[in-house]
């Protein structure tokens, strides 16, 4: 086993809150600079730039996630993560069944960017990625378990889309493996406070500019020989599912 550094929460310029200087490439080289070794991808409501950013993180030497961050009907937070680049574009066609559509105001969210593996704009997303879904958050955990993923409650320490701040706590069903903080001081309080002891605990940036992806922090020890990469990401879902 061997430590691998993270950040499993990043946005791209694919959601309008997100600076347009966050491009895969971008992205995966200010990581390697940062020293991580994994990272997730987590756009708001779509997956779109995440093949790009496989790429752009393979010329890194970065192992790449491909995630969403979910918004569920009580206007709540969830990331999501894939085994596959595969399963997390099948789940991302399957969830636009529960999109709530708006046409996007770029004039004030922002531009929603999707790109290719070169930084070059392919599209835009026209319909606003930042709204609420029609999903629960119990039934966007069944949805992101049948693609082979693991959702878990985002920055549970924040006020803003937090479910702690939603719901007063995290429930025991759906039952999360793990949950994320933006902050490691927050980290002992709340498990105290919130029965957190079972679970596992992440800490990420949820970066929406360059300057905000984690440096090399924390760290997770992952099972890795024989050594490839494919090996650490299973090693790392095992993990998240709690086992």
Known sequence: MNRYFYDL?????????GDNDMTPNNI???????????????????????????????RNGIIPVAGMEMTTAEDIHVVCLFRTLESAEAFDREYQKYRILYPNRKDIFGEQLILDENDEVIG?????????????????????GRYDGIAFPAHIDREENGMIMALGCIPQDPHFSCVEFRDNA????????????????????????????????????????PYSSALVRESLFRFLGGK
Request: aromatic share 6%; hydrophobic share 40%; proline share 1%.
């Open 9 to 17: 929460h990043v946005h791209s310029c694919l959601s309008p809150c």
């Open 28 to 58: 995966a080289g200010m990581a390697a600079l940062n020293g991580l070794q994994i990272v997730a991808l987590t756009d708001h409501n779509s997956t779109k730039n995440c093949r790009a950013f496989f790429a752009a993180a393979k």
């Open 124 to 144: 835009e997303e026209e319909h606003l990625l930042l709204n609420a879904s029609t999903l629960s958050v119990s039934d966007a955990v069944e949805l992101v």
């Open 186 to 225: 927050s980290i002992e309080g709340y498990t105290e406070k919130y029965g957190l002891a079972d679970k596992r605990v992440l800490t990420d940036s949820d970066a929406h500019y360059l300057w905000d992806i984690s440096e090399a922090q924390n760290f997770l020890e992952l099972e890795d020989e």
